[in-house]
C-alpha cells in the first residue's frame, strides 16, 4: 500500500499534474517543430496508457489491491469500440437480446458504452474476486483476464487471435478523429478529467476509507464502515475507466486484437503504476510515459531490452521507493528549502 | 440495562478463552473489566465489538442481539472502540483519521462532529495535518478517542487506554475521559492504573481464567482489600 505523505509540498501537488498534462500538450507543437509526426502517435499510446494506468492506480496504489485485470477490461472497452463500428461497416445489426442496434462510428456514444460495458465487467468479477485478499485477489484477477482474453481469441466473428480491423472512419458527435492532433487533445482531455476524477476521489472520504482499509480493514470495521462496498466502488471505476482507456486505443490505431487483453499487458499497467509512484493520483502518467519511451528506445537497441528494462525498473524502485514521482518531490522539498 | 453480556464463550481456533463470562452496563454508567493479563479482557471486547466470532452466549445491546454480527453492525448499534494499542491510521493525517469514522448522531445527546472534537482535544486541532505517525503516544491516544467518538457512540469501550503513556499524560487522558463520563456517555474501561479506575468507574468486574470471578460497586471493592489481593495482585 502506498504511503500518503500529508507533508508534500502542496504547490507541487496541486502543480504536477498540470505540469504533466502541459509537457503532453506541447508534443504536437514540437514534433511539427522536429518534421517528426511519429511522436504525437507516441505521446497518444502514453496518453492511454496513463489513463488505464490512472484508474489502476486508484486499486493499487490506494486501495492496495494489486489486479491483474485491468488488461481484460481495457481490451474490452477497445472491443466494444471496435465491435460497434465493425456493424457499421458491415450493415449488419447487432443482436443483443431480441432488440437489435445497428452499431455506431461515433465515439460520443461508443467511448461511454465501452466505460459501461467494462465497468458492468468489473462490478460482476469484483463482486467474486474482492470476497479474497493478497494473493488470492490477485490469482482470481489474473484468471479473469484470462478468460476474457480467450473470450476475445474466441469471437471469430471478430477477427478472433488476429484481431479486429476498424474500417470505418470514427466520429466524435459529427467531428473527424482521424486527424492526429485532433484525436491527441481529445485523449489528452480524457486524461486531465480522468487526473481529477480520480485526484477528487482520493481526497474525499471515500478515498480516505479506501486508504485505511489498505493500511488495516478491520480498525476500518470497528469505525463502522464496511470496507467492501468501498473496495467495489473503486474496482467499477477503475475499471470503467480501463474500458474507456481501451476503447480510446482501439480508437486510436483503428485495431484492437487480444493481445491488449492478455495477463502480461496488466502487468504492464502496474510496472506504470509502480515506476511512476503509487503515492501520488498523476504519478503513473509519468511511469506510462516511461515505459512507452523505454520500450521504445530500448528495443529499438536490442532485441533482449526486456533485460536492460527489468534493471531499470529495479534501479528505480530500489532507489526511489515513491517512483519516478519523488523526484518532482525532491525538487519541490529543495525548491521550498531555498 | 444498555449492553448485557450473557454466559458469553469465545477463543481463538480450537483454544477457548471465554467460558461464560456475564456482566451488564446501564445507560450512561461507566464499567471496568480488571484483571491479570491474559485472564479474556481483551478477548471480552473483541466478542462484543464483533471482531471474534463468540463460541456461545448472549450479546443483547439495547435488548437487540448483536453477537456475531460483524464490527461495522455494531459500531453502527451505537458501540465505539479505542482498541489496545490505539490502532490509528499512520500514513492518514489527523483529520482523516478522524473525518473517516465521522458518522451523523440523530437525536439524544450533542453530536460529536470534527470541530467538537478538535474543541475537546486542542493538541489535534493543532496537529490536523500531520500524519498519524508523526504522533506522540499522547497524541495517538487522543487521536484513538476521537476518531471512536467521531462514531458517535452510546458505549464507548476503552481497551487499556492509557498503557504506556507518560504519567503527565496519562492524567490528561483521565480527565477527558471525566469529562465524557458527564455528559452521560456509557463506558467499559480496560486499564492496569487500578487507583485510576477505582476514582473513575460506578462498578467494576474482575475477570479470572476466561470467568467473572467477582463483581460489584467501587466502594466495595474499596472495602474488601482481600479481592484486590486475591484477583489484581495488588
Redesign the interface.
Known sequence: ?A?????LPRPVERLAPIVVVGLLAAVPPLAQVLGDPFLIKVATRVIVFAIAAVALNLVLGFAGMVSLLQAGLFGVGGYVVAIAAHHIFEAEPIGIAGLAWGGSADLALTLPLAAVVAGLMALVTGMVSLRTSGPYFLMITLAFDQMLYYGAVALQKYGGDDGLQILTPLTLAGWDVSNRWRFFYFALALLAVTLLVVGRLVGS?FG??L??AA??E?????????PYPYRLAAFVVSGAVAGLAGGLLAAGQQFVSPADMHWVRSGDFVVMAVLGGLSTVWGPVVGAAAFVVLELLLSSWTQHWQLVFGLIIVAVVLSLRGGLADLVHLLGRSGGAR | MLLEVRDLEAGYGASKALFGISFDVGEGEVVTLIGRNGMGKSTTVKSV???LRPFGGEIRFRGERIDGR???H???SGIG?V?EGR?I?????VR??L?????PRSGGREPWTLDRVLAFFPRLAERL???GAQLSGGEQQMLAIG??L??NPDLLILDEATEGLAPLVRDHIWKSLDVLKATGLAMIVIDKELDALIGFADRHFVVEKGEVAWRGTTAELVADPSIQEAFLGV
Not at chain 2, 491510521?89 to 493525517?93: K, Q
Open positions: 500500500m504511503e500518503f505523505d500529508p507533508h472520504r480516505i476509507v486508504r485505511a493500511e488495516n478491520r480498525r476500518v470495521a470497528v469505525s463502522g464502515i464496511p | 465489538c464483533g471482531l460483524s464490527a461495522h455494531v459500531c453502527r472502540l482498541p490502532q491510521f499512520p500514513n492518514l493525517t482523516e483519521n473525518v473517516m469514522a465521522g458518522r495535518n500531520n500524519g476518531r471512536a467521531m462514531t
